[in-house]
């Protein structure tokens, strides 16, 4: 157990304050940009409206591939505090927030206050850890589920068997494990149950099992999980065998989502996302298997197994993306404030030296960013990008140079705070001008454009394209023309929906009085020479908006 908490409660409250501050008010400044954010606030906008809280919709179409505690949660925000991107990203903001404070209190809890307060500070200034938490996306409410449900199991296993204690963390593991499901799918009871196995096997720990408080945490699971389940598959008969078979086993075995990449993807991933603490999260994740707690069960190993497995499961999936290994940070906060706690200031001082140089070497490197031109986004848009990323990298060195100097003082904790706080001033700043690439990114734009010529009623329709922004800025539902992908299976379930060619798309057009369309510009072409009568009415460097004259 390490000594107490070196800073005063007084102080301590200020900080988290500051904290709050900064992640919250931040929410709002950047348009919804494509895919993710635009998908899951549409989804909860077209929940919000039309009162159907079991069958979600994605631009009133059925959507099956994830189920709905997110889509609940924005929906509710929406009615409580209307439709916009602060509201759009609340949900995620508050579980980013939440996981914050709760590595604080399951370190706190397994090794002591000074381990607590630092490892709040790791999440908080953990690079993915920010930009998850300001990202609409479904990612973040699931790692916090799932760390709740780490957390409630570490606190029932060190606490007094048989006790009160045990059983209501037990039970508390058992609910978030539950909301988990209902965030991203089974995913959030294998998990747990894959490292609770390893576990025990290695450390021939099978009278752990005993303490798990089957009965009721799996009465709880199922009072939790099931009556949705049960609602969506009575309203929806196919639903079962798409979000089971195809959205879980399909899935992870399957290339065909175009998100194959090869089995070493998230190493350098994690080392990104651990940014700044990378050297030190690896030091601390080796020490932690040689670490003995004194009691039956281990702490230190079972966060180790937590984050070599669940690295190990998306490795092995056929189907990547960098938010996946967000599940891990938590652990690797509550390892790493341990280690922190105790470091040497010879050992912090060369891992703030790192991080400097680094930071020295990104300084210099951002102008690059201005270099990349591409037709989806304008060279300009990366020039004034790059201005923010030097802004935001020479933050972070600044903070290092205040961490050495810190240390040069014997400061040691001081040191470890500045590293923090200036990484997620610095994260915030590289998210926060990531709006100067909207225009690309967002149909924020071209909606405002728009708007005023589109009355109530009149059909507006997406060629070839469904761009996932639209519907939200523009407070209603498209129909897709010669578009398929992710509606593809709510369009077989309700095919007059949608129109599934040209052909059938121009005899609708020509039989409208009045029509708008949206086009990428190689969709745009092909209604050019197919003769269809129409006049360009907004452009932007992805979309071109049309109106039938």
Request: charged share 15%; glycine share 8%; net charge positive.
């Amino acid at each position: 157990m390490t000594a107490g908490l070196p800073l005063s409660k007084s102080v301590c409250a200020i900080l988290l304050a500051l904290l709050a501050l900064v992640w919250f008010s931040a929410l709002d400044y950047r348009k919804l940009v494509k895919p993710d954010e635009g998908r899951y606030a549409e989804i909860a906008r077209e929940m919000a409206q039309s009162g159907d809280w079991v069958t979600p919709r994605l631009n009133g179409i059925k959507y099956f591939e994830k189920p709905p505690l997110q889509y609940w949660m924005t929906a509710v925000a929406f009615r409580a505090f209307g439709e916009n991107e602060w509201t759009a990203r609340l949900w995620t903001g508050i579980t980013g927030f939440a996981g914050v404070l709760l590595a604080a209190f399951t370190a706190s809890r397994l090794f002591g206050p000074t381990a607590g307060m630092l490892a709040a500070t790791v999440l908080a200034g953990s690079l993915w850890w920010v930009l998850m938490g300001h990202i609409n996306t479904l990612d973040m409410g699931f790692a916090f589920f799932l760390q709740a449900s780490l957390a409630g199991f570490l606190i029932a296993q060190t606490a007094g068997k048989k006790s009160l204690r045990e059983r209501n963390a037990m039970l508390f593991a058992w609910a978030a494990a539950a909301l988990a499901v209902l965030s991203k799918g089974l995913a959030g009871l294998v998990l747990p149950g894959m490292v609770l196995v390893a576990y025990c096997l290695l450390q021939h720990e099978w009278r752990l099992l005993a303490r798990l408080h089957l009965v009721g945490g799996i009465t709880l699971f199922l009072a939790v999980t099931v009556p949705w389940f049960a609602a969506v598959q009575m309203a929806n008969p196919e639903f079962a065998r798409f979000f089971f078979i195809h959205e879980h086993f399909e899935r992870f075995m399957s290339t065909g989502h175009g998100r194959t990449q090869a089995f070493w993807y998230y190493l350098p991933v994690l080392a990104l996302a651990t940014l700044p603490w990378t050297g030190m999260a690896l030091h601390a994740c080796i020490r932690a298997w040689r670490e003995h707690s004194g009691n039956d069960f281990n702490p230190h190993r079972f966060l180790l197994l937590w984050v070599l497995l669940i690295f190990l499961f998306f490795s092995a999936s056929g189907s990547k993306l960098p938010s996946y290994i967000l599940p891990v940070l938590p652990a690797i906060s509550i390892l790493l404030g341990d280690w922190l706690a105790r470091i040497t200031p010879r050992a912090m001082a060369w891992h703030a030296g790192l991080v400097a140089v680094l930071a020295l070497v990104a300084v210099i490197a951002a102008p690059i960013i201005a270099i990349e031109r591409g037709s989806d986004v304008p060279g300009e848009m990366h020039a004034q990008y790059a201005k923010w990323l030097i802004a935001a990298v020479s933050v972070l060195f600044a903070g290092s140079l205040a961490s050495i100097w810190y240390l040069r003082n014997g400061r040691r904790f001081a040191a470890i705070m500045a590293t923090g706080f200036a990484a997620l001033i610095a994260w915030e700043t590289a998210l926060q001008g990531h709006e100067t690439l909207g225009r690309s990114n967002s149909a924020y734009y071209i909606a405002e454009q728009i708007k005023p010529l589109l009355r109530p009623g009149v059909p507006f329709y997406s060629v070839g394209t469904y761009e996932q922004t639209l519907p939200f800025y523009l407070d209603r539902t498209v129909t897709l023309v010669d578009y398929r992908d992710e509606f593809a299976f709510g369009i077989d379930q309700e095919p007059g929906l949608a129109i599934p060619d040209l052909q059938a798309f121009k005899a609708r057009w020509m039989a409208d009085s009045e029509a708008f369309a949206m086009a990428s510009p190689d969709s745009f072409k092909m209604l050019v020479a197919n003769g269809f009568p129409m006049r360009e009415v907004a452009r932007d460097p992805q979309r071109i908006i049309v109106a039938k004259p």
